[in-house]
């Protein structure tokens, strides 16, 4: 089975650094998803881990270690756009489905 | 980038028909599509998982004679919600896979409501 687990809801202050942490359990690994989705939305593609390591595309990084079972995804200089559920996935072994988290909900304040 | 496009947005249909979702990956095959239901403020729901050429595997609960799904080619998947009730309104969101990458990209989402 998948088990899935990252924080239910964050805030955070504009300009400032969040991490959001997922931690997951899974039955083989091929790969760990990041989306962000605005509410009414459909979810957007933010990164996709395979190998250990940090992947930085911007403001937002994407960190994995599959010993641990555990991923990150961080957010600097937060804008008030960021304010949104960014979900954490994950693929077993072979294209298989993609299991996803409840997803955390971000605030960004003033 | 890998662009997913879903048809239509925004459907209102009456109780009782059928109603049709397109989802395209534009410019990539892929080999696996995923459609997902989501109710407001809640989490996505995998419904089903469809591989180019096989028959979809449905999750659990879900009506497989209701929601039909078809993946005729790597880049076309289509969701038929028959004899929609009003309790099968909601956003239901396709997924697609890239079998190169293995990268899993969105369309757009379909809210539909049944009157």
């Known amino acids: 089975g998948q088990n899935i687990d990252q924080p239910t809801e964050m805030t955070a202050t504009e300009g400032a650094i969040v991490q959001i942490n997922c931690t997951y359990q899974?039955?083989?690994?091929?790969?760990l998803f990041w989306y962000q989705q605005h509410a009414g939305e459909a979810p957007t593609f933010l990164s996709y881990?395979?190998?250990?390591g940090l992947e930085e595309k911007g403001r937002f990084s994407s960190f994995l270690s599959r010993s641990k079972g555990y991923s990150y995804l961080l957010l600097k200089e937060l804008q008030m756009k960021d304010s949104a559920s960014y979900l954490c996935?994950?693929?077993?072994?072979?294209?298989?489905?993609?299991?996803f988290g409840t997803g955390t909900k971000l605030q960004v304040i003033p | 980038g890998a662009v997913v496009s879903q048809h239509p947005s925004r459907v209102i249909c009456k109780s009782g028909t059928s109603v049709k979702i397109e989802c395209r990956s534009l410019?990539?095959?892929?080999?696996?599509m995923f459609w997902y239901r989501q109710f407001p403020k809640q989490s996505l729901m995998l419904m089903a998982t469809?591989?180019?050429?096989?028959?979809?595997?449905?999750e659990q609960g879900v009506e497989k004679d209701k929601f039909l799904i078809n993946h005729a080619s790597l880049t076309l998947s289509t969701l038929t919600v028959t004899s929609a009730h009003p309790e099968d309104s909601s956003f239901y969101i396709c997924?697609?896979?890239?079998?190169?990458?293995?990268?899993?990209?969105f369309g757009q989402g379909t809210r539909l409501t049944v009157v």
């Open positions: 997924s697609a896979r890239d079998g190169t990458s293995g990268k899993a990209f």
């Open positions: 899974t039955s083989g690994f091929n790969g």
């Open positions: 881990n395979v190998l250990d």
């Open positions: 996935a994950v693929t077993p072994g072979g294209y298989q489905k993609v299991t």
């Open positions: 410019d990539f095959q892929a080999t696996t």
């Open positions: 469809s591989n180019e050429g096989s028959k979809a595997t449905y």
